[in-house]
């Protein structure tokens, strides 16, 4: 039989083998994560141990730097012909354009999760290189509801929606927090600070709505990259002329509902003969020589983005006027420098018979940050008392 010295020995000699085997499954090094593509890295199961191996994922650059409504050094990369992105906190100097090809080299990076979206951090900009090839991402059409649902398993990739109904920012221009709804659901758009398009005034409506996809907490968001991602809808603003009056031809100022208009020969006309919509009209004649009546009537104001303009027109139908046989003319004028000079934008010829007022629409086509303001001159040619032939005109509409 074993004595019991031999019998210590042998245990002793077992506990040191296991406790040497356990140690040697101790010390096995954590696999390396090398994704092959953005659908297999956001499928990555986050840990504190986590470590990534060298890599060469590719994807297309969805932000747009020079937009500047992204988070300093934050780059949204999309996988090409997938509703798979990631966003990238790069360090150091980067110089990525919106369609750029890159090649993702995460060995050394983190993976983690912020508000609810995934984001590789510890990364050098240098570990992110371009291919020389340029892409063009189509966005994803879908809807708000849509968004909501999907939003944290596509990541930050490139969305568009259409008819949606704007509201929020700051006192009505593209910056801070905007409210998207479809009649369905809501979602909202950050703007940035430094957003290249903050100082731009937001329609009311967009045809369209394009931008990467965010989460912050339980808020899910569409961010635009630049003004070109946003089609608005035409919007319009009706100035009706019915909110103040005076029947004098000489230069004043008057407030409407669209802001103050400076009527130079002209009145505000709410006689049975005077052709309107609504209570009164504005009657524009002028008298050449006389610098109180020089028959214009100018707004004082500018607004920004006007795409087109309509104006409703009509003769005074007083003897002298319907049977002129000179042209009975408005020169619908423009201003892009606050009123300090103007240039013909259309001339419009007066139906000297026509017993209803006639609209005309006016192409203006000013860019989404150019402010605009119309002058409406009576281009007559006058009678032999210098008086120019009396002109209704009413509901001047600007489509934006």
């Known amino acids: 039989m074993m004595n019991r010295a031999l019998r210590r020995s042998l245990a002793i000699i077992l506990l040191l083998s296991v406790w040497a085997c356990?140690?040697?499954?101790?010390?096995?090094?954590?696999?390396?994560?090398?994704?092959?593509?953005?659908?297999?890295?956001?499928?990555?199961?986050?840990?504190?141990?986590?470590?990534?191996?060298?890599?060469?994922?590719?994807?297309?650059?969805?932000?747009?730097?020079?937009?500047?409504?992204?988070?300093?050094?934050?780059?949204?990369?999309?996988?090409?012909?997938?509703?798979?992105?990631?966003?990238?906190?790069?360090?150091?100097?980067?110089n990525f354009a919106k369609g750029d090809e890159v090649t993702l080299n995460l060995e050394g990076a983190s993976l983690s999760s912020r508000?609810?979206?995934?984001?590789?951090?510890?990364?050098?900009?240098?570990?992110?290189?371009?291919?020389?090839?340029?892409?063009?991402?189509?966005?994803?059409?879908?809807?708000?509801?849509?968004?909501?649902?999907?939003?944290?398993?596509?990541?930050?990739?490139?969305?568009?929606?259409?008819?949606?109904?704007?509201?929020?920012?700051?006192?009505?221009?593209?910056?801070?927090?905007?409210?998207?709804?479809?009649?369905?659901?809501?979602?909202?758009?950050?703007?940035?600070?430094?957003?290249?398009?903050?100082?731009?005034?937001?329609?009311?409506?967009?045809?369209s709505y394009t931008g990467i996809v965010r989460i912050s907490g339980d808020k899910f968001y569409i961010n635009p990259r630049n003004i070109e991602d946003i089609v608005g809808g035409v919007t319009e603003t009706t100035e009706d002329f019915e909110d103040a009056s005076n029947t004098s031809y000489d230069v004043k100022e008057l407030s409407f509902k669209s802001g103050v208009w400076t009527l130079d020969g002209a009145i505000t006309a709410a006689t049975a003969a005077d052709m309107k919509?609504?209570?009164?009209?504005?009657?524009?004649?002028?008298?050449?020589?006389?610098?109180?009546?020089?028959?214009?009537?100018?707004?004082?104001?500018?607004?920004?983005?006007?795409?087109?303009?309509?104006?409703?027109?009509?003769?005074y139908p007083a003897s002298a006027e319907v049977a002129n046989m000179n042209p009975t003319t408005i020169d619908v004028e423009i201003s892009k420098d606050g009123g300090n000079t103007y240039t013909l934008l259309q001339q419009l010829t007066i139906d000297v018979q026509s017993?209803?007022?006639?609209?005309?629409?006016?192409?203006?086509?000013?860019?989404a940050n150019e402010q605009v303001r119309i002058r409406f001159v009576n281009s007559s040619t006058p009678f032999a008392n210098n008086n120019r032939p009396r002109i209704n005109i009413d509901d001047v509409v600007f489509q934006f």
């Open 22 to 94: 356990s140690k040697s499954e101790d010390a096995t090094p954590v696999p390396l994560s090398k994704p092959q593509n953005i659908t297999g890295l956001r499928k990555v199961q986050q840990s504190d141990d986590l470590k990534f191996g060298a890599t060469a994922i590719k994807g297309i650059v969805i932000s747009d730097a020079a937009g500047g409504n992204m988070e300093a050094g934050m780059v949204a990369v999309q996988e090409e012909g997938k509703d798979a992105a990631i966003l990238l906190q790069l360090s150091g100097d980067s």
């Open 115 to 207: 508000e609810g979206e995934l984001v590789i951090s510890d990364l050098s900009a240098s570990a992110v290189e371009k291919t020389g090839r340029s892409v063009e991402v189509t966005p994803k059409a879908t809807t708000l509801s849509d968004i909501v649902v999907n939003a944290e398993f596509w990541g930050p990739i490139l969305v568009k929606v259409s008819d949606v109904n704007l509201s929020g920012g700051t006192e009505g221009r593209f910056e801070g927090e905007v409210v998207l709804r479809d009649g369905i659901g809501a979602v909202y758009s950050m703007l940035q600070p430094n957003t290249a398009f903050t100082d731009i005034n937001m329609p009311a409506m967009a045809n």
């Open 277 to 315: 919509n609504g209570a009164q009209s504005v009657r524009m004649q002028g008298t050449v020589g006389n610098d109180k009546r020089n028959g214009m009537v100018s707004m004082n104001f500018d607004l920004q983005g006007v795409k087109g303009l309509k104006v409703s027109h009509g003769i």
């Open 355 to 367: 017993k209803v007022l006639v609209t005309d629409e006016i192409a203006v086509n000013a860019a």
